[in-house]
């Protein structure tokens, strides 16, 4: 029995964090924009995202962190969850936590809303969010990008 491959991609609409800043993943083919990444050693840097293709209507979900920012992917879309690497984005449930790319130095707490600053983001929500474009590409050396809300996903 084979196994069933969910659709994977980010929405048109859905921000990703690169170097000139939150790009519109619809603005991203064709244009080699230097992605935020984890490098193998931990720590943040930029890769360039790279052979950035469409694909048509697919089943999305909004996934809504506790921060109150939400993202929107195709179902099957890797997201990392905090010490337990990617999963499907339709997996997720709510207290579930995310692998952020906010830290902040020791003795720092800014005013957070979920009470957990700098390691993590909670899910608040994973809702349908019916079809839609989604896009994806290859990130350079890590295969995996962070979408401006903070949440580290695969590519």
């Known amino acids: 029995m084979s196994e069933i491959v ?5 929405a048109h609409d859905c921000c990703v964090e690169t170097a000139e800043g939150p790009v519109p993943m619809a603005e991203t083919p064709g244009k080699g924009f230097a992605v935020l990444t984890r490098l193998a050693s931990g720590t943040l840097g930029f890769r360039q995202l790279l052979k950035v293709t469409t694909h048509g209507s697919v089943p999305l979900v909004r996934i809504v962190l506790d921060s109150g920012h939400a993202v ?35 003795g720092y707490t800014p005013d957070v809303p979920n009470g957990r600053p700098g390691s993590a983001v909670g899910v608040r929500a994973v809702e349908p969010a019916g079809e839609g474009t ?3 590409g290859t990130v350079r050396d890590t295969h995996a990008l962070f979408l401006t809300a903070g949440v580290l996903c695969g590519e």
């Open 6 to 10: 969910l659709p994977r991609g980010i």
């Open 72 to 106: 929107c992917v195709a179902r099957g879309h890797p997201i990392f969850r905090c010490a337990a690497g990617p999963v499907a984005a339709e997996a997720l449930r709510p207290g579930d936590l995310l692998e952020t790319a906010f830290v902040y130095p020791g």
């Open 134 to 136: 989604v896009l994806t």
